[in-house]
């Protein structure tokens, strides 16, 4: 929903980063798995790439904080390309953790690119968060 938000201010391609492997439906089950992947440093297989990732200059990347960062699927799919030289604006939703250490990690997982404050949202408030959203988006100055 965020990521429509955003597509709707500044156009774009949307990607869904889908791992090949599906997560369980039950949520608690979800979070064992993830917990194991995040201790191993696990990189999932992704379902999908991108063949024009040079086309692209600024890259918004959004993810649910899980274990207080990115998903591994997230890093799986930050060390696919060469991202050096574009600006990443990441947004996460959360529910109470806000973007946790995914900042910084987004930051040494990609240390030739500019990214720039990220945004984090409740995902429980995700509806009501368009003027969030669009406040974030001027605030960074793309234009
Ligand atoms: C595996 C897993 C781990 C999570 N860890 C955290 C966390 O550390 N901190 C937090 O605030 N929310 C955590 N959450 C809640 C998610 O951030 C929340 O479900 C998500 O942002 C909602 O987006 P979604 O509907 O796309 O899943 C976790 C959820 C899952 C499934």
Redesign the pocket.
């Given at each position: 929903m965020v990521a429509e938000m955003i597509r709707e201010k500044v156009g774009g391609t949307m990607f869904r980063i889908e791992t090949v492997h599906e997560y369980p439906m039950d949520?608690a089950e979800?979070?064992d798995v993830?917990k194991a992947e995040q201790k191993a440093g696990a990189r999932p297989e992704l379902r999908s790439h991108m063949s024009n990732m040079d086309d692209y200059g600024v890259i918004f990347l959004g993810y649910?904080?899980?274990?207080?960062t990115m998903p591994m699927a997230v890093f799986t799919f930050l060390e696919e390309y060469d991202l050096s030289g574009k600006t990443i604006a990441p947004f996460c939703?959360?529910?109470?953790?806000?973007l946790?250490s995914s900042g910084r990690d987004l930051r040494a997982a990609c240390p030739d690119s500019k990214v720039l404050d990220g945004l984090d949202i409740y995902?429980s408030r995700v509806g009501s968060s368009a003027k969030t959203v669009n406040d974030w988006i001027n605030g960074l100055k793309l234009i």
């Open positions: 949520y979800t979070t993830a649910p904080n899980w274990w207080g939703t959360h529910e109470g953790g806000g946790g995902g």
